[in-house]
């Protein structure tokens, strides 16, 4: 089962403009993470952020926690083509990381 | 240092064949994990072994699935027999254990993708 739902399901936008995914899910987490995927490759991490974080940075990226509403963004400033990619969310609990991933937001940077 | 291994990474079958994915985790991560990517969709855990134990494995279909993990390092999951539906990109990954001192970040494997005719 699939806990985690991304918003947009795919976004397109230009080299130098900021990308916002969003994330809601359903149950009480430990712990959120976000993963980039490329067209055929494996997931790769990007950050985690913890129930008790409101908010972290890891270079050009931004993300936020918001446990009453149950939802995270994540925001990746100046975006380059290289980011384009599809990116999913991925909730954790006491009991693990990466338990429930989302759907996906496919993100489409041209130059 | 050496990443997830898996093979194969392309595997055609036809139904009711027997296929088995192999897994090899970075060396010292305790925790190893399965997923099932169906195209367009995000990854749908399987399967997750602490060293050699299964410590969920309420998503795994185990009618036709099983997994393995002896010796708590590398891992087996097959499938047999092969239905239609399973056609999916198999991915594996390890992780530090969730109460050790690790980050909780995921290492995938590159997946197997598997067609069953």
């Known amino acids: 089962s699939q806990q985690g739902e991304e918003d947009p399901q795919a976004l397109s936008i230009q080299e130098g403009e900021n990308a916002t995914m969003n994330c809601s899910y359903k149950?009480?987490?430990?712990?959120l993470q976000w993963y980039r995927q490329n067209s055929g490759r494996g997931l790769v991490h990007l950050i985690l952020?913890?129930?008790?974080?409101r908010e972290k940075h890891s270079g050009r990226l931004r993300v936020t926690l918001d446990t009453s509403k149950k939802s995270s963004s994540l925001l990746i400033t100046a975006s380059r083509a290289a980011d384009t990619a599809s990116y999913f969310c991925?909730?954790?609990?006491?009991?693990?990381?990466?338990?429930?991933f989302g759907k996906g937001t496919s993100l489409l940077v041209t130059p | 240092e050496a990443g997830v291994v898996q093979s194969p990474r392309y595997k055609i079958i036809e139904k009711k064949q027997p296929v088995a994915f192999w897994c090899n985790p970075i060396?010292?991560?305790?925790?190893l994990y399965w997923y099932r990517q169906n195209l367009g969709q995000g990854p749908e855990l399987l399967i997750r072994?602490?060293?050699?134990?299964?410590v969920d494995d309420s998503q795994l279909p185990k009618d036709r699935f099983s997994a393995e993990r002896l010796k708590g390092v590398d891992s087996t999951l097959k499938i047999q027999p092969a239905e239609l539906g399973d056609s999916a990109v198999y991915l594996c990954?390890?992780?530090?254990?969730?109460w050790g001192s690790g980050t909780g970040e995921l290492f995938f494997g590159e997946g197997s993708r598997l067609t069953v005719l």
């Open positions: 990954a390890s992780s530090d254990s969730l």
């Open positions: 149950t009480s987490i430990n712990n």
């Open positions: 952020i913890r129930s008790n974080e």
């Open positions: 991925a909730t954790g609990s006491n009991s693990g990381y990466a338990l429930n």
């Open positions: 060396s010292g991560h305790n925790t």
């Open positions: 072994y602490e060293n050699e134990e299964a």
